[in-house]
């Protein structure tokens, strides 16, 4: 169930969230473990604070680096999509401080399809 929840939450739209939380529940029935805690949510909000980024709902901000965080130890690649100044480019760039990264963004246009 938490695997299911886990690496499947990230990808749905916000409208969606509530339907996929209502199918878990019916095949999980009275179920909820909670989500492995993150260590440096503390870290995220200080990154935020000193990029001047503007304070959003703080769990829907550090739940989004959260979630990007488990999705690259779990996947080979990872995409990050969504409308325009939604915030992709933040998440990525607070992750890549809070966990001292190096993150090579690759455009795939550049590359041939053979």
Do not use: W
């Not at 909000?45 to 980024?53: A, H, P, Q, T, W």
């Not at 965080?69 to 760039?93: C, D, L, N, W, Y």
């Amino acid at each position: 169930m938490r695997a299911l929840r886990d690496m499947n939450m990230p990808k749905f739209v916000y409208d969606d969230v509530p339907l996929f939380k209502g199918l878990i529940g019916d095949l999980f029935p009275g179920m909820d473990p909670v989500r492995k805690p993150y260590e440096k949510k503390d870290k995220i909000k200080e990154i935020c604070d000193s990029l001047g980024f503007q304070p959003l709902p703080e769990d829907n901000q550090i739940d989004k680096v959260v979630q990007l965080f488990e999705t690259m130890g779990t996947r080979h690649t990872t995409m990050v999509v969504g409308p325009t100044g939604a915030g992709k480019s933040s998440v990525i760039q607070v992750l890549q401080k809070v966990e001292g990264a190096v993150i090579y963004t690759i455009n795939p246009k550049s590359i041939t399809v053979s």
